[in-house]
């Protein structure tokens, strides 16, 4: 099973979290089957954990960049920092990166990872707009919950990889294939008629197989309607995650590593997946 995610920090009936199921239908299709909502961070944890096997794209950040780690006096071992980072509050590591902002230049106040220039990402480290800093902090540790491996970052002791969590990053793909229009709004005023055009331009782009990914996402009817009908854009992110995840499944070599990975990330930071 192939699995896209769309992720919250804070899910909700209004913002739950949205995952994409999907298999590979041959070596240029990923199949769309359906899709699952969830509004609690642990529903969804023990859902991951409860399933026999699968392959997922996440969007959220898996790492913290390491020059924010070393300034900090944070573990430098992946593991050890995650379970640190999980032991804050919010609060703390407001605090902490916003102090880290403060000392440092306009025009530089943010740390990045290696990944983020090629992936056109934001700061792991940034804590609004978006909030991926929290979405690491809910997100990374439940995934290591459920008994997921993260390639390049954490393989379970005694464990295969029967489920295995990659980064992705809808953005990548999304610019890829329509630029650097808008598909999506949470604010209901400004989920116009260009932002409904953009979207149709992304589906019809998936479904004709664009972008240099060679994989074309396959759906019916109803479920392009419901794509196309969702202006908040969480359905059309899991897809595009979940394409992501086809991407890097098609690549795992036969001793279960790889997933298209450069092999020199950065063992603390990571890597998003196509970047």
């Given at each position: ?34 899709f ?17 096997q ?29 379970d ?44 609004v ?51 650097r ?25 998936l ?27 969480d ?39 196509t970047?």
């Amino acid at each position: 099973m192939l699995l896209g995610c769309d992720f919250s920090s804070a899910p909700s009936r209004r913002k739950p979290i949205v995952v994409a199921l999907g298999h590979a239908e041959d070596t240029a299709t990923i199949r769309l089957d359906g899709f699952a909502h969830f509004t609690s961070l642990d529903d969804w944890a023990d859902w991951l954990g409860a399933q026999p096997q699968w392959v997922g794209g996440f969007d959220l950040p898996f790492g913290l960049p390491r020059e924010l780690v070393e300034q900090l006096g944070w573990p430098l071992e992946w593991r050890a920092l995650i379970d640190h980072y999980a032991g804050l509050e919010r609060a703390e590591i407001r605090l902490a990166f916003a102090a880290f902002c403060a000392a440092r230049p306009v025009g530089g106040k943010f740390a990045h990872r290696a990944t983020d220039g090629p992936a056109g990402s934001s700061p792991s480290m940034k804590w609004v707009n978006p909030p991926v800093a929290f979405m690491l902090h809910a997100g990374v540790p439940r995934l290591l919950r459920a008994g997921a491996a993260l390639p390049g970052l954490h393989a379970p002791l005694g464990a295969g990889s029967a489920l295995v969590a990659l980064e992705a990053y809808p953005g990548l793909l999304a610019r890829e294939l329509i630029g650097r229009r808008s598909y999506k709004s949470d604010t209901v005023a400004a989920q116009s008629a260009g932002r409904a055009d953009a979207r149709r331009d992304l589906l019809d782009a998936l479904a004709a197989g664009k972008g240099r990914l060679g994989l074309r996402l396959a759906f019916d009817d109803a479920q392009r309607a419901l794509l196309q009908a969702d202006a908040k854009g969480d359905g059309i992110d899991a897809a595009l995650c979940l394409l992501q995840a086809g991407w890097g499944a098609a690549r795992r070599d036969s001793a279960g590593h790889g997933f298209g990975l450069p092999p020199e990330i950065d063992p603390l930071e990571g890597w998003i997946l196509t970047a």
